[in-house]
């Protein structure tokens, strides 16, 4: 899990969210299977798309899919062209410098994939040496910074380009959420090369506390709809009814404490 192509964004004006009519929603134009990817007729579907639009109806919110590219989602939000970020970002302390975020919607852990029958290890200097894939100014790549100092980081503007390099051989891992792997190794070229290694530790200072809407700072209204939103979805049983879609396991999640 990290755009403008706004064909309907024209008649919106550029107002705080507290003054519009429309709450403008931002997500990746890259692909994130199965959360969110255009589909032939150019419209965005997705488990994270469905759960949006669901939490904007809980919340009573008038929502419009605003699409930009992963790294410019952030500068969107602060310059007031986006009101919201549902784009599998993670809750972040370092994120929180810059934006505010909603209570969390989704939870899954990290992992590292690589050429099968190769020694992969995710101790420290597990990975000396080894050229190792990220998405950029993905919590991934901060994860590998901490964690991983010694490996040789690749830089790539979406996950699915990591893992076709990785099936290229020039890669020897790639670190990514664990379901964004799953999903690669059970494709055709995933089954041919690699295979899962480890999910590694979390870590909540890179990994994060779960994936959570981002909104500007001083958005608190919006904010707690939102939280009211998620909240009553995961109470009446729509947030499970649209997982049944996507997943046979409880992407939630461990439960807040």
Known sequence: ??????????????????????????????????FATLDASGELQGWEVDITRAVCDAAELECEIVTTSWDGLIPALTGDKLDVIAASLSITDQRRETIAF?????????????????????????????????????????Y???????????????????????????????????????????????QLCCE??????????????????????????LRERLNEGIAEIRANGTYDEITARYFDFDIYGEPDT
């Not at 990290?110 to 080894?130: F, N, R, V, W």
């Not at 490996?151 to 379901?179: H, K, P, S």
């Not at 979390?202 to 958005?219: K, N, P, S």
């Open 196 to 221: 899962m290694k480890a999910t590694v530790t979390q870590d909540q200072e890179t990994l994060g506390e779960g994936i959570g809407f981002g909104v500007r700072q001083a958005d608190d209204a």
């Open 1 to 34: 899990m990290k755009r403008l192509m706004t064909a309907t964004l024209t008649s919106l004006c550029l107002a705080p969210v507290a003054q519009a009519e429309v709450t403008r929603v931002g997500f990746a134009t890259e692909p994130y299977p199965p």
């Open 144 to 190: 590998a910074q901490v964690h991983f100092p010694e490996a040789i980081l690749r830089e790539y503007q979406t996950q699915d380009d990591a893992n076709q390099d990785l099936f290229a051989g020039r890669l020897d891992a790639t670190l990514a959420d664990r379901l964004i792997i799953e999903q690669f190794l059970d494709s055709k070229e995933g």
């Open 102 to 142: 909603s209570d969390k919607y989704y939870q899954t852990p990290a992992a590292l994939a690589g050429a099968k029958g190769d020694d992969l290890k995710t101790t420290s200097g597990g990975l000396a040496g080894k050229t190792l894939g990220v998405q950029s100014a993905s919590i991934h790549q901060a």
